[in-house]
């Protein structure tokens, strides 16, 4: 049997992944900010899978609260054959409009958080000869307006999993990028926009009126980027990185084979469609 460990379990693709592991017959260690203090949501799961699940509270900003669940599995005798570092804080708005703290909180969240379970968990996964999942996003390979925060994160995230690929391929520990497109998650609620704005006023504006007209469409199911991790999960070697969605795919293409000049003045022209529209 198998133990996955999952940061960010409590929603999203964080909730599905713990389910899809769960229902192949692993145990799994779902982690969450104050998660015990919101037992209702895994109500079900740890009645269907009293054996096979386990969950604490972790704040992947917070080393005590890494250092109790290492303690707990330590003396419970468990080990951990797949980390999926899910966690994740989206900060949007204009780079001169965000406050130091919010700035910094981005960074703690997606990639020092990264950093802090992963470098953590390390001795258990050498032990192991596990795998390794890290979410970027398709914003860790491309760039965005007003989310230039949120990309920067994500872009430290994929430089920091590229390295650790040679870093720790010797010891039998294999390491995978997810980079999903748009998926119909909770994580669109839960951006922190900022609050207030005078030279991008217009541009943000433009870009919130984008994200409601996206949410109305038909969206991507988010159980696709949870039944593809625990396929990839199966197999002895995993690839560099594995992009989601429709979207995702597109971006990543664009961005990959099109020559950098012709890229950017693409992407220019659709930028200031977006975000310079005027207001009737």
């Known amino acids: 049997m198998r133990t996955v460990l999952i940061t960010g379990a409590t929603s999203g693709f964080g909730k599905l992944l713990a389910e899809v592991f769960l229902k192949q017959g692993d145990r799994v260690i779902a982690t969450g900010r104050n998660l015990l203090e919101r037992r209702d949501i895994f109500d079900k799961d740890r009645s269907t899978y009293k054996n096979r699940f386990l969950e604490f509270t972790m704040d992947v900003t917070k080393k005590s609260e890494i250092e109790d669940v290492i303690q707990v599995l330590k003396e419970k005798n468990l080990c951990v054959d797949i980390l999926i570092n899910n966690a994740g804080h989206g900060l949007f708005g204009a780079l001169e409009d965000l406050e130091e703290e919010d700035i910094r909180h981005q960074m703690e969240v997606n990639f020092f958080g990264t950093v802090n379970v992963t ?25 965005f307006p007003l989310t230039s925060l949120y ?37 669109g609620n839960s951006l922190k926009w900022v609050q207030k704005t ?34 990839l999960s199966k197999k002895q070697t995993l690839p560099m990185r594995k992009v989601f969605g429709k979207d995702g795919n597109f971006s990543y293409i664009l961005k990959r084979f ?3 000049r012709l890229y950017f003045g693409i992407m220019d022209l659709v930028f200031r469609k977006v975000f310079l529209k005027a207001k009737n």
Do not use: W
């Open 198 to 231: 005078s030279s991008y006023e217009l541009q943000l504006s433009n870009y919130r009126d984008l994200h409601r007209k996206i949410s109305l469409r038909k969206p991507q199911e988010p159980l696709e980027v949870a039944i593809g991790i625990l396929k």
């Open 119 to 143: 470098k953590m968990f390390l001795p258990f996964l050498r032990q192991t000869k596990g795998k390794i999942f890290n979410f970027s996003s398709v914003f860790g390979f491309m760039g």
């Open 258 to 260: 099109l020559p950098s």
């Open 151 to 187: 990309c920067a994160s994500k872009y430290a995230v994929e430089g920091l999993t590229e390295s650790l690929r040679g870093e720790l391929s010797p010891f039998g520990v294999h390491v995978c990028l997810i980079e999903p497109g748009g998926y119909r998650t909770n994580f």
